[in-house]
Each structure stands twice: as C-alpha cells, then as structure tokens.
C-alpha cells in the first residue's frame, strides 16, 4: 500500500489549493476500513486505487462520494507523478475522463453526478469575504462576480453536514454553478485556490493546477 498527497486547484505560482490523500493497494480494502482510515486522515478527502489504477473510491471525514471533483483530478496528478498515464477512472457514479492541458488536470463528467449543492450569488466579494461561519442553510456554495464580462467568480462553500466546514475548493459544486450560468468560468475558490470549469456537451470539464510534493517512502 503506497499513500501520497497533492494539492489541488492551486494559484497558478502554486500557492493553496484543496489537499487530497490518495492510497495506491493492490485491491480495495472493505468500505468500513476505508472510512476510518480517511476519517484519521489530515487531508479533507482519501483516494483508494485498486491495482488496475482505474478503479476508486472516494472517502471525506465523514462519508463515500459516489463522485467528487478534486480528489480525481489529484489523483491523476499523483499517478502521473508516479509515470503513469491515467484515462479514465471508474467510480460509483460511473467512468470519468482524465487529461491534462497545459500543465493542468482536466476531468469530464455530468454535473447531475455532483453532489447536490446550493447557490447563493452575494452583492460584492467583499460580501463574501465577510462571511465568519457556516450560513445555516449549508450545505451551500456563496459566490459572487469578480469580473463578470471575463468569466471570473469569487466563492466560498460551506458544507459541515457533510463534514466539511468549509471546502477550500469545491470543484463539484463549481461545476453546477458553471451549468447554472451556462458559461465557462474562473472561480477563486476559499483563501486563493483557482478552478476553472466548462460546460460541454453532456456535462462539465473540470481544471485546475496541481502540485504533489515529493514524498519519500511507500
């Protein structure tokens, strides 16, 4: 069993970004161990990859995502990393393509597969900035436009039902704000992350940069 980490949805220099634990095992191990073992986990989100590195499941503090945006699109950066060229993953909701561009990972899939996530659009960013806790009607995505003729948004989600306070970047809950608005958008995400989202046919490409730290040992 190999364990590694990335980051993902980072500032372009590398800064923030969403963490992500990813688990290389020759088969799955059970569900119930695999929640404990992400629940330990510092990092929001655990990734565990069968021995065909197609086949994943996805684990946060709390519970199993049927699909989820950044661990994927770290995982992919973890297996390339590792000399790996990952295609498509297999997860509960079905196969998701992976690629990467221009030094980004990129993955497809339909938004309906996100978790069902509230929109609330704020007046400002400042607005947005100002915000000290969970509203009440979490889980929820706040966001509001940075740049509205060029695509841009400032966001902030809030989901500790689901055991996340506050996701530092939510790439599923972007996606469906990028199939509500029906454009491509830029989202500065959390304390600085970037995720870049468009809406294609049949559902949503999801990007961003990734950085996986040199980790020694297995």
Known sequence: MTRRTARVFTAPEGAYGNEVAVVLTDELPPPEQRQQVATAAAEPATVFVAGDLRTVRIHNHLLERRFAGHPLLGTAAVLRSLGHAPSVFTTPAGDVSVWSEDGAEWLFAPAAWSPNARHRQAASPA????????????????????????????????????GKPEDEACGSASMVLAGVLERELTVVHGKGSVIRVRPVAGGVNLGGYCVVPSQPGG
């Open 127 to 162: 607005e947005i900035e100002a915000i000290s806790g969970a509203p009440a009607d979490e889980p929820i995505q706040v966001w509001a436009w940075l740049d509205e003729p060029g695509g841009v948004v400032r966001a902030r989600m809030f989901a500790p039902s689901e």
